[in-house]
T-cell receptor
């Protein structure tokens, strides 16, 4: 019973580079959520996706950030031209239905140097 | 602005005692409530969820919900040092968008 998988677990990027974060939901879950967590802060909602559709991206900055959840393959959160303020832990969660409990992956810790 | 408030702590309790963690929320339309445990450097782990007023027990954990007063609490009986972590309260205000509190840090002293 594989849970939510995320990779890479740690990612270091220089300012201006691109970061790609991957998330494979629990098998059978078609709802994926991305959250960002800064040290000593709570989790902030970024985007909610179902297969091939972005349902709500209101928590995601409009510039430089994008997300997708293709029919085949993992969900991807893409950050272009990273800046130091993007350094954070990014967590993916999945659920079997829209309002069900969400299960979190181990996270990707992004460090921008 | 929909908010979820938690005391940041740390809340220190001796081993074997009952730890009581509290959370208040602002949106009266909130429908489901979740408690997550997060160890330092790790991801949130779902402990309990509750949808109806009253108590819900699971092992050493009891979640309590009072919608009229807009609070939800988590009781941990027979606290163990391994329970030391940050506990996050999350509220679903009727959409998929969980709103998380900033968490309460619990320390169980051996």
């Amino acid at each position: 019973n594989a849970g939510v998988m995320q990779n890479p677990r740690h990612l270091v990027r220089r300012r201006g580079q691109e970061a790609r974060l991957r998330c494979s939901p629990v098998k059978g879950h078609s709802h994926v959520y991305w959250y960002r967590q800064l040290p000593e802060e709570g989790l902030k909602f970024m985007v909610y996706l179902q297969k091939e559709n972005i349902i709500d991206e209101s928590g995601m900055p409009k510039e430089r950030f994008s997300a997708e959840f293709p029919k085949e393959g993992p969900s991807i959160l893409r950050i272009q031209q990273v800046v130091r303020g993007d350094s954070a832990a990014y967590f993916c969660a999945s659920s079997p239905r829209r309002d069900d409990e969400q299960y979190f992956g181990p996270g990707t810790r992004l460090t921008v140097t | 602005q929909k908010e979820v408030e938690q005391n940041s702590g740390p809340l220190s309790v001796p081993e074997g005692a009952i730890a009581s963690l509290n959370c208040t929320y602002s949106d009266r339309g909130s429908q489901s409530f979740f408690w997550y445990r997060q160890y330092s450097g790790k991801s949130p782990e779902l402990i309990m969820f509750i949808y109806s007023n009253g108590d819900k027990e699971d092992g050493r954990f009891t979640a309590q919900l009072n919608k009229a007063s807009q609070y939800v609490s988590l009781l941990i009986r027979d606290s163990q040092p391994s329970d030391s972590a940050t506990y996050l309260c999350a509220v679903n205000p009727g959409t998929y968008k969980y709103i998380f509190g900033t968490g309460t840090r619990l320390k169980v002293l051996a």
